[in-house]
């Protein structure tokens, strides 16, 4: 698995790169850190001094949250930063023992641009970001709803991590027949990290659950069971979606599958799933 | 032996009703009895005398064959009264005269748990529901059933709980809680002493200890529906009495995602 931690200077990003660092270690991905230096802002030939800082800051916490005994990234320092192409900076822990790479990037451009830009080239499975818990609270520069943008546009799931809570139940909201694998395997790391529970929510139109939801319900109930995780069932009308969701956020982990042929993707449009990413203090999942 | 009689179609909430039934199995001896009834949209288009037996029978043969695929699908450890039973017209009307020529001890249907209490309150409130005089299990997940809770409310006869309840199971044969239910605006549940019930509640654990049984946990909880549904998650299944009116009790059993044991 690889996986994107686009970061800032702000306080979520280091909330972000703790919670990145749990999923990691679970599912041994290889990590790019990638802080965005946008343009104009800092030296020409080396990363901005605070965003650099900050960046060696949420390794060492990343190291320190993957556990020492059984990281897979060994536990050395971050190497020289080096530039590796016009406007982007890399380094890596320099470690004998690492089993899996975890890369620091700074690169310099569009926040979004950048963090879609490496997702694509990295072929990127995950992306966790963090996110001001209020709206009110500083954001990512220069890109209004940029977690929303990046959670609507990336060719992959993306974890929105806002401040770090207790989670008791996971929720995967599903209306389509198509569920990668990827995608029940990050449900699975979520409800592992959290130790929770699983709620499996099936939207259905008013004449009912669609018969390939309902299969495919059934397909993904038996295959947590098959992992012995508990999962529970729900059917919510396409009417109370969204409500239903909104209030499910404030005391579980949301996950929405968002495919192609997903009516969420209608429901939860891109102005919706900013609305709903925006007006809960929770994380979101957005599963691709 | 108890029998059961459960009403399957091809879906997942029967898929879960067959697999918890088969766990229940191991708590009561119990014989099942598959039924599944089709219901035609335009039956009155369909003549009189062969040319409308025939369009039956190919229905009947439609269900059956409905039946047999989950049936094989689910391979379900359970004892079988016999064939399963496969009836054209309306599905309460085929129930209940199913019940009334062989009086089943549980009728188990699985139904997917909601969001919405409307759902269930049209399903409690259905002719089936209404007129069935034996005790339904409504399958709404498919949980362990290691911890039975019987829950008691206002409005809940407390005879008719546990003499249902010990028809069903034999004593000791699985643990068990008793919890009273009290309404309150309030967000947050509060537990209550249980002396605050003491007389009600001893109307339910004696007659049940006169039989062996051995109630675990006595607890007294006032809250919101929503919020106690929450709390009782735990238990494989909540064994409760036919709510007659709309009330907060009502409103609990349809925001319990646990399988139910309706008393009658």
């Keep these: ?288 | 032996m108890k029998t059961a009689l459960i009403y399957i179609e091809e879906n997942l909430a029967s898929s879960m009703a067959l697999r918890y039934t088969s766990r229940l199995a191991n708590l009561i001896d119990l014989a099942l009895q598959v039924i599944h009834v089709e219901e035609p949209e335009n039956k009155n288009h369909f003549g009189t005398g062969w040319t409308r037996r025939t369009w039956e029978h190919g229905i009947e043969e439609a269900g059956l064959q409905e039946v047999d695929r989950l049936l094989k699908t689910e391979r379900i450890d359970c004892r079988f009264l016999g064939s399963p039973v496969v009836r054209v017209g309306d599905r309460d009307s085929e129930l209940l005269s199913e019940m009334s020529h062989h009086p089943y001890n549980l009728y188990i249907e699985g139904r997917l748990n909601t969001a919405s209490v409307r759902d269930f309150y049209s399903l409690l409130g259905s002719r089936l529901y209404r007129k069935m005089t034996c005790p339904s299990l409504i399958v709404k997940n498919l949980v362990p059933i290691d911890r039975v809770l019987l829950l008691a409310a206002e409005g809940v006869d407390p005879d008719q709980l546990t003499s249902c309840f010990s028809r069903l199971f034999d004593p000791e044969s699985i643990p068990v809680d008793l919890l009273y239910f009290h309404f309150q605006e309030n967000d947050s549940p509060v537990w209550e002493q249980e002396h605050e019930m003491a007389d009600y509640l001893n109307e339910i654990i004696t007659p049940l200890a006169d039989k062996g049984w051995n109630i675990e946990k006595k607890q007294v909880v006032r809250g919101t529906p929503e919020k106690v549904a929450d709390l009782l998650r735990d238990y494989g299944l909540v064994v409760s009495t036919f709510p007659t009116r709309k009330c907060p009790h009502y409103e609990l059993l349809a925001m319990l995602p646990n399988p139910i044991l309706i008393c009658k």
């Design chain 1, 1 to 288: 698995m690889k996986m994107l931690v686009p970061v800032d200077t702000n306080p979520y990003s280091a909330v972000a790169a703790r919670k990145a660092a749990k999923l990691a270690i679970n599912t041994w991905a290889d990590v790019t850190i990638l802080g965005i230096q946008t343009a104009g802002s800092a030296a020409n030939n080396m990363p901005d001094a605070a965003l650099s800082s900050a960046m060696s800051a949420y390794c060492k916490a990343f190291l320190s949250n993957a556990g020492e005994m059984e990281s897979p990234y060994g536990d050395g320092e971050p190497a020289p930063w080096r530039a590796t192409g016009n406007g982007v900076w890399e380094t890596s822990i320099a470690s004998e023992t690492a089993k899996k790479s975890l890369r620091l990037m700074v690169k310099k451009g569009s926040t979004l641009d950048m963090i879609l830009e490496q997702a694509a080239q990295d072929g990127s499975d995950f992306i966790v970001i963090g996110s001001p818990a209020k709206v009110a609270d500083p954001g990512w520069t220069g890109e209004l709803d940029l977690t929303a943008k990046v959670a609507n546009k990336a060719p992959c799931s993306v974890l929105v991590v806002k401040e770090e809570k207790s989670v008791n139940t996971v929720m995967g909201i599903l209306d389509q027949d198509h569920v990668s694998q990827e995608s029940l395997e990050l449900i699975n790391q979520m409800v592992t990290v959290h130790q929770a529970e699983l709620k499996i929510v099936g939207l259905a139109t008013a004449k009912g659950l669609d018969e390939r939801v309902e299969m495919k319900m059934g397909e993904v109930l038996d295959y947590y069971a098959s992992k012995g995780v508990k999962a529970w069932i729900t059917m919510v009308k396409e009417n109370e979606m969204e409500d239903f969701a909104a209030r499910a956020a404030e005391t579980s982990l949301v996950g929405i599958w968002l495919g192609k042929k997903s009516f969420l993707a209608k429901i939860f449009s891109k102005d919706r799933v900013s609305q709903l990413i925006n007006a809960t203090n929770s994380s979101v999942l957005v599963l691709k």
